[in-house]
């Protein structure tokens, strides 16, 4: 069995400012991780992606995620926020099947 | 390259009708199939997945029931609606553990 957990349902940041989306996972077996983002009435796209090598993983947009064996985490980070990353992000493992967390509201305030 | 088309994008039906969701994927072969429903607040609820043709797990008991009755083909059905089936739906593909790639989805509203 696997599960993800998101431990913020809603996560408000000043434009220009850092955030940083916590995600935690378990599973009995070895997993890939991915963080995806959903805009409003759209399906997910894959923000980034760790399968294996370098534990700290960069999209093109600015975000990283470090996978943290020992913590069991997959945190989201970014330094500076902007207004467009307004949005949904889901962590997500998978093992046997792709199991996503409840999600995690970016709002990013003017 | 691979698409992955999910429709309709938007039903409205009444209680006690069917439902028929269809997704097909190109551009890969023997894809991992999913269908999500996602509800606000409780993130992706995974419906039913699929590593091959006829091959249909639950993940949760309900009024809904999944086919595939093509490699590349996913269908989505339900005999009678109930106002609880409402939500948004998502298909989805991936290749073994690799990363998942969604469609647009449907957003299903019952009256």
């Known amino acids: 069995a696997q599960s993800v957990t998101q431990l913020d349902s809603q996560v408000p940041v000043f434009e220009e400012a850092p955030v940083e989306l916590r995600c935690n996972y378990s599973s009995s077996v070895s997993v890939y991780l991915f963080w995806y983002v959903q805009y409003p009435n759209q399906g997910l796209q894959l923000l980034l992606k760790?399968?294996?090598?370098?534990?700290l993983v960069e999209s093109i947009n600015g975000f990283e995620a470090e996978f943290n064996k020992s913590q069991t985490s997959f945190h989201l980070r970014k330094p500076s926020v902007h207004i467009s990353d307004t949005a949904e992000y889901f962590c997500a493992v998978s093992g046997t099947t792709v199991t996503f967390g409840i999600g995690t509201k970016l709002q990013v305030i003017p | 390259s691979q698409t992955i088309h999910q429709w309709p994008a938007t039903l409205v039906q009444p209680v006690g009708s069917p439902l028929s969701l269809e997704c097909t994927v190109e551009g890969t072969s023997n894809p991992n199939l999913y269908w999500y429903r996602q509800a606000a607040g409780r993130g992706l609820q995974l419906l039913f997945y699929?590593?091959?043709?006829?091959?249909i797990s639950s993940e949760v008991p309900q009024n809904l029931s999944a086919s595939r009755p093509q490699d590349r083909q996913f269908i989505l059905s339900s005999k009678k609606l109930l106002l609880s089936d409402s939500g948004f739906y998502l298909c989805?593909?991936?290749?073994?553990?690799?990363?998942?790639?969604f469609g647009q989805g449907t957003r299903l509203t019952v009256v």
């Open positions: 699929s590593v091959g043709i006829g091959q």
């Open positions: 760790y399968l294996s090598g370098s534990t």
């Open positions: 989805a593909w991936s290749l073994y553990k690799e990363e998942a790639f």
